[in-house]
C-alpha cells in the first residue's frame, strides 16, 4: 500500500517512552521515539523505525521471535 502513513493508522499507542502505530492493510509497524520540541518551540516526531510485517512474516523465525516478545512483556 503506496504512502500508507498518510492515513491514520488503525492503532495508536503512546506508552511516554514510545509511540507505536499499526496500519493493518499496509502490515506496518512503527515505533517511534517521543515527539520533542525544537528551538522554535515545533513539536517534532522523534526517530521512527517501520517493519514491515510481511517481511517478518516471512523472515525464517521473524513470527516466532514476535510471539516471544509479546509473551515475555505479558508476564
Avoid at 500508507?4 to 488503525?10: F, S
Avoid at 502505530?21 to 522554535?40: G, V
Avoid at 517493519?51 to 516466532?64: H, K, N, P, Q, V
Amino acid at each position: 500500500m503506496k504512502d500508507y502513513w498518510k492515513n491514520k493508522p488503525d492503532a495508536e499507542v503512546d506508552t511516554g517512552k514510545n509511540i507505536l502505530r499499526y496500519w493493518q492493510e499496509a502490515a506496518r509497524l512503527q515505533i517511534s521515539m517521543p515527539y520533542w520540541t525544537n528551538e522554535s518551540g515545533n513539536q517534532k516526531p522523534g526517530k521512527t523505525v517501520t517493519i514491515s510485517l510481511d517481511a517478518l512474516r516471512e523472515a525464517d523465525g521473524g513470527t516466532a521471535l514476535l510471539e516471544k516478545i509479546i509473551t515475555d512483556i505479558s508476564e
